[in-house]
């Protein structure tokens, strides 16, 4: 008996599906169960990313004002420029993310930029969330107390290098800066394939970062409102 050879639109539903399955394979690895294609996962990148650059050029912008109108000579402004620059910051590790187009975790250019990209991001934002705090304190001081520490601006600047400094430095310790989803970050999974829970990571993440902010930022809100009221 012959057998039949195949029709000339299965030989396209073939190839059609030897292509989708390209598309929704995950990049730099060999997963099955990917809950994103590389695809929408470089979408993600990709508005992440303008966002940052977007914002990067607000904040630039921003801070070409004030030194245009030399409003840094007062030392509130000059917080203010100080929270603008750490945003700076934040807009950059945003727009970092880019680098890790189409990742392939199996590339060294991948592993370093996955690196430094989680890095930026995580001191980008304790920098930002520093000079929040700092800026509400001395006001909450100057108006509530009355007492004025303008003297203390090198300490603020200090503060708001070294802590962030430190926060972002102990994730290096134990490799935990990986590709968590479609950018980088603290992972808390185990291995590209996400199958495995990460329970350091996860420990690290609310450690490192959203417990203290989550705190800081009640403050913070708490110190706006006294100061309305």
Known sequence: ???????????????????????LKPAGNDCTNASFSMKQRNDLLL??????ICSALCCINALAMVVYLRLYKLFVYRLAMYQVMGSLLQASAMASVLLLWDFDSKR????????????????GMWVKLMFTIQL?????CYVVFFKNFKHL????????????????GIPFIGDYYRIAGAWCYISSWEGDCATTKLKTGIIEQFVLYYGPATFLLALNVLAIFIMIV
């Open 1 to 23: 008996t012959r057998t039949p050879h195949p029709l000339p639109s299965q030989g396209k539903d073939t190839v059609k599906d030897k292509v989708m399955e390209g598309l």
């Open 47 to 52: 508005g992440v990313g303008v966002t940052g």
């Open 136 to 140: 509400t304190f001395h006001l909450f």
């Open 108 to 123: 060294l250019y991948y592993q370093v930029s996955c690196k430094f990209s989680a890095f930026i991001l995580q001191f």
């Open 153 to 168: 601006e090198k300490l603020y600047l200090a503060l708001s290098v070294a802590f962030p400094l430190l926060m972002a």
